[in-house]
């Protein structure tokens, strides 16, 4: 699968979980890619977190994506199931309006609420177009990537750097950088390459050519 001159989406539930998921990808990707990253909750509703919508932004900007192209939206932290029929109704907005080729979302393999709708709803919006599932190693049981891109010494960094402007989450273990590149040296041996970023494969839309 090639994302050159591709429309790409990135959704996600919560700032810092794309970058999590899809970092090093990102940074590989976003200058020959129109990339445009979704966060469906602002988790402004939690008095601690502040700071997380400018830190996603600068994090964003770090890995190449312009704040243009950086969307938060509004849907309440752990009330996600409860807005199934609006978020599904703005993911299908977001269709219309970008029409992407390729989608990434949460892996179905996550057992956050929010996660798991996010997922579902990205599938029933985006019919006819390819998905896969990033993972979020904090809330994911059993996920197993069937999706491999290698990346590069330099996307690593990068994706390093980006997690590194979230300042809120400092201590947390999921952000710690040796957490994070043992995680793409990992994904690097099932593809036989130094490092890769993984992802499991929800929907994949193929064509043939030729004749």
Known sequence: MSFYGRKVCFIGAHPDDIELGCGALIAHITKSTEVL???LSNNQKNPLLTKVVDEHYSSMAVLGVQKDHVIVGEFET???PHAR???????????????PEIVFVHTKADLHQDHRTATEEALRA???????GFDVIRSSYGFFPSFLVEVSE?????KLKALSEYRTYADKYYFKPEVT???LVRHGALAERPYAEGFDILRVIGSFYGA
Not at 154 to 158: K, L, N, R, S
């Open 78 to 80: 752990r009330r996600f």
């Open 154 to 158: 330099a996307d690593v960094e990068t």
């Open 85 to 99: 029929q609006e978020i599904l109704e703005y993911l299908i907005q977001l269709k219309q309006s970008f029409h």
């Open 37 to 39: 990253c979704v966060t």
């Open 181 to 183: 590149r043992a995680t």
């Open 126 to 132: 985006f019919r006819g177009n390819t998905v896969l």
